[in-house]
């Protein structure tokens, strides 16, 4: 692993974590047992290149495929403190799994992400900027716009890699992705670009709060967050990422997904 780098600007004084901030990451896991060493290697370099204090917690739902050994050497690793396996018995869901996950987490902020590598950590430093720049309680990745919201100010340090963007999907893939956003956007006028993203950074006390209140289930989940979150008045931010297909393993993205999706937007436009 050792020939993987992370080349990442240094944090401005104004826009670093203090000394007090804990970042809790929770990565649900289903069959990731090669993808596992590489990202948390990955947010480990991440954080410790940027002094920020961290945890990871790894929520598996009883994946055949070894993943819980993986993890268990990497809490061997990294430490106990640093690396945290909490196993589910079975595949429960994706919502239900933040919530077992933040039973655990003991840092001020949680970032939530995928496992299988298509989320890359280089782009958490750019959330912590945005979120320290105008005291937000979420900043979400977006792989549908080229600029940070809200923008910087002139004079105030940069934020973001370059433009979001989707790669390793074929145009079928492309045009649902699209499609579902353009659906909710339309519907629900949630005030983001890309609603159905899964990687964010989140203040504990407001996912706390937001996930008491959601009902959905799946993929659904991501949505109804953002969704309450504005009902709630909570400040919500945007970060340009890059977001690259998995690299070991198969998605889990199922038909059935796509269409409790919408459901889930016309169930929400309804309830919230």
């Known amino acids: 692993m050792s020939s993987y780098t992370i080349d990442m600007p240094p944090l401005d004084a104004s826009t670093a974590p203090s000394g007090s901030d804990k970042y809790s990451v929770i990565l649900p896991t289903y069959n990731e047992r090669k993808n596992l060493p590489v990202i948390v290697w990955l947010l480990a370099k991440t ?98 716009s080229s600029v940070p919201t809200p923008f910087p100010s002139r004079n105030s340090v940069s934020v973001g890699l370059g433009p979001g963007g989707v790669y390793g999907w074929d145009l079928k893939r492309k045009l649902v992705s699209r499609g579902a956003n353009y659906l909710a956007d339309t519907v629900l006028r949630p005030g983001v670009s890309d609603l159905t993203g899964s990687f964010r950074l989140y203040r504990k006390s407001v996912i706390q709060d937001i996930i008491s209140r959601c009902t959905s289930k799946g993929y659904v989940f991501q949505m109804e967050i953002i969704v309450r979150a504005r009902s709630l008045g909570y400040t919500v931010g945007e970060v340009p990422i890059t977001f690259v297909d998995r690299i070991y393993g198969e998605s889990k993205l199922s038909g059935n997904e796509i269409v409790g999706y919408a459901k889930g937007v016309l169930s929400l436009w309804w309830g919230v």
């Open 47 to 144: 954080f410790e290149s940027k002094g920020i204090q961290w945890e990871i917690i790894v929520v598996d739902d009883a994946s055949p495929d070894g993943t819980q050994e993986v993890a268990k050497q990497l809490a061997g690793i990294y430490g106990e403190d640093k690396v945290v396996l909490k196993p589910r018995a079975g595949k429960l869901g994706l919502g239900t799994a933040y919530v077992h996950g933040l039973n655990f987490c003991t840092g001020n902020f949680v970032i939530i992400m995928d496992a299988d590598f298509s989320h890359h950590p280089k782009f958490i430093p750019e959330f912590i900027k945005l979120q320290k720049l105008h005291n937000l309680d979420i900043v979400t990745g977006t792989r549908y």
